[in-house]
């Protein structure tokens, strides 16, 4: 067990793809830069009382381009040592992109808190899968009462499935890894689906290689996200679609999307069930989360498919829009049905 106040690398996996293109080391340790779809990615727990001090280097070329670390909001600026190194403390978690001007091969940097609330491996409505490891599962069913848990430096490979479900936990800093779902019959492609489930929690976890939406929920009444990483590329690969639901509260996530990052629909059809009746959609709130869009979509919509009589009261506020590029908004409301669209407010934006 590490000691109080200690630094941990996440103990991924040797036999998950590592970056070619960059080094990281804290407090003078390497730790594993690793390698998906949309980016390149470390992590690492950062207590409470501890200082990181975090030195980025290529891991070939002899020089480092001009390097700026984002958000901007925290007054990052790394100092460079060298022409192949630069270096910038962190003295609580944040979630970064290390911005070395490649916007096809991206780098983040993931310090996160102490997990506080971790199962007991041996309960048995309890998913739990243990670090250093990847675990092949297929499809994935929760149901009512279970907790899916990844230890940090755990890969599942496979989808995440829920259906008319209560009291359901998603948990842990593992990742979920999307690439043994591409032509699965069936699954639309959906990493995470979750419908008509009540007292949903979804905190933690990295969702990589996705080939389509990554957290879809559908017909959810309050359901909770929290630091919630997603990182996909591609036409499709949506971050978080709330679907006919009400009473949403989204924090604290870091969305890195080919399409949409959160998106806000309504729909009154199931490829599956057919026809639905459709519910109003109200009462939605996404705060303090961290965009990147780089392709179709918008960092933050409204719409497009609004089947439902109305849509009001949502608000995004406290964001951080790191780059928009493609076609697509920072913002948008578009409305392609019939609903009435009403009381929807973007707060204290930073676009940068």
Request: glycine share 10%; aromatic share 6%.
């Amino acid at each position: 067990m590490p000691s109080p106040g200690s630094i941990t690398p996440h103990p991924w996996p040797a036999a998950y793809p590592r970056s070619t293109d960059y080094q990281i080391a804290v407090n003078g340790a390497l730790v594993d830069v690793l390698r998906c779809q949309a980016a390149d990615f470390a992590a690492f727990t950062l207590p409470a009382d501890a200082t990181a001090t975090v030195e980025v280097s290529p891991a070939v070329s002899t020089v480092l381009p001009e390097t700026v670390i984002r958000p901007l909001r925290l007054g990052l600026a790394p100092s460079r040592p060298s022409d192949d190194r630069i270096s910038f403390s962190l003295h609580q978690p944040a979630r970064l992109f290390i911005d070395c001007g490649r916007r096809e091969r991206p780098l983040y940097l993931f310090a996160v808190t102490p997990e506080q609330e971790v199962p007991d491996p041996a309960d048995p409505s309890v998913h739990y899968f243990k670090a250093g490891a990847v675990h092949e599962v297929g499809e994935l069913t929760l149901r009512s009462g279970e907790t899916l848990y990844l230890e940090p430096g755990a890969v599942l490979k496979g989808w995440i499935r829920a259906r008319g479900a209560g009291r359901i936990r998603l948990a842990g800093q593992g990742i979920i890894d999307g690439s043994t779902l591409r032509g699965v019959p069936g699954t639309r492609g959906r990493l995470v689906y979750i419908e008509d489930c009540a007292n949903l929690r979804i905190k933690g976890l990295y969702l990589a290689n996705p080939v389509s939406w990554q957290c879809h929920l559908n017909r959810c009444p309050d359901p909770v996200i929290e630091d919630l990483v997603v990182m996909g590329r591609g036409n499709g690969t949506d971050g978080i679609d709330l679907v006919s639901c009400t009473g949403a509260r989204v924090r604290g996530c870091f969305l890195s999307c080919g399409d949409d990052c959160v998106a806000i629909k309504a729909a009154d059809w199931d490829p599956e069930r057919g026809p639905l009746p459709g519910l109003d959609v109200h009462d939605i709130v996404v705060e303090g989360c961290t965009l990147l869009n780089d392709g179709g979509g918008s960092n933050l919509e409204v719409g497009h498919e609004l089947r439902t009589a109305t849509v009001r009261d949502i608000t995004f506020r406290d964001c951080d829009l790191l780059h928009k590029h493609g076609h697509g908004s920072a913002f948008s409301i578009a409305n392609a049905a019939n609903a009435t669209v009403e009381n929807i407010t973007f707060e204290n934006m930073r676009v940068e």
